[in-house]
């Protein structure tokens, strides 16, 4: 189970205090997006652009850091969250050996909008200059790149983003370096009965209660994004004690 953004129900996403409170409610894994500032700095963020999740206004590939970093990644969430930046990459990392997490980080690499040069370099360089305690896998929609990924990282987990395509099923499928498939969830409950002609583990997004928790497990799917963390902690609590 991947926190998706962080425990974006309950913090502003992708933001530290997001990290952070689905490290504390004992998340499986965390889930992030990644694009490239204006002066090549790896940045933490969903959209192209800052003007959702900031009091600014811009496209991060036109803005520099110290630009981003005046505004603040968590006043349009709550009050509470308004001292929240963007976060560097690199400043998630240390959160997440600050705190001892020792499960996956999926980082999504942002390029089906804009190509970001040097992004999978400059991504994959930080995730193995040092040995983390936790393990890390690759997803994006972009099929390139993965495939530039899988030439900086062989054997690295790398997971092909979808929503509707039969098309990108098929290529993900074929594929042979992408490992996972990662469909939206309607697409994957209106095509359910075809679950075991997949040929490549799947993790859905983005699940959001019990049912389609249940869903998800009752299918023995290899994981999910979710908005929820401590939901789904909790239904695959109650999973397994029902297994027993």
Not at 39 to 49: A, K, M
Not at 58 to 73: P, Q
Not at 100 to 108: A, I, R, S
Not at 184 to 212: E, G, I
Request: aromatic share 10%.
């Amino acid at each position: 189970m991947f926190a998706h953004r962080g425990s974006k129900s309950n913090r502003p996403e992708n933001t530290l205090a997001a990290f952070a409170e689905a490290i504390r409610v004992g998340a499986d894994g965390i889930e992030l997006d990644v694009h490239l500032t204006k002066d090549g700095q790896l940045v933490v963020i969903h959209d192209e652009s800052i003007d959702r999740t900031t009091n600014g206004t811009g496209l991060v590939r036109n803005l520099t850091f110290s630009e981003i970093r005046n505004y603040s990644a968590g006043a349009w969430f709550d009050k509470d969250y308004v001292t929240e930046k963007i976060p560097l990459l690199s400043e998630v990392l240390d959160l997440l050996i600050q705190m001892q997490f020792t499960g996956v980080l999926n980082v999504e690499i942002k390029t089906d909008k804009f190509q970001y040069v040097g992004i999978e370099k400059m991504t994959s360089d930080l995730l193995t200059s040092q040995h983390y305690p936790f393990s890390h896998i690759y997803c994006s929609f972009n099929l390139e790149s993965l495939q530039h990924l899988s030439e900086l990282e062989p054997g690295a987990d790398l997971c092909l983003l979808m929503s509707t395509s039969e098309q990108k099923i098929k290529q993900g499928l074929q594929t042979d370096y992408i490992t996972h498939l990662h469909p939206r969830l309607d697409w994957l409950q209106k095509n359910s009965n075809h679950l075991k002609q997949f040929t490549k583990p799947l993790r859905p997004w983005t699940l959001n209660n019990d049912v389609d928790m249940y869903f998800a497990f009752n299918h023995h799917l290899s994981g999910f994004m979710t908005d929820y963390p401590a939901l789904a902690v909790e239904i695959k609590k109650r999973y397994n004690q029902k297994s027993l």
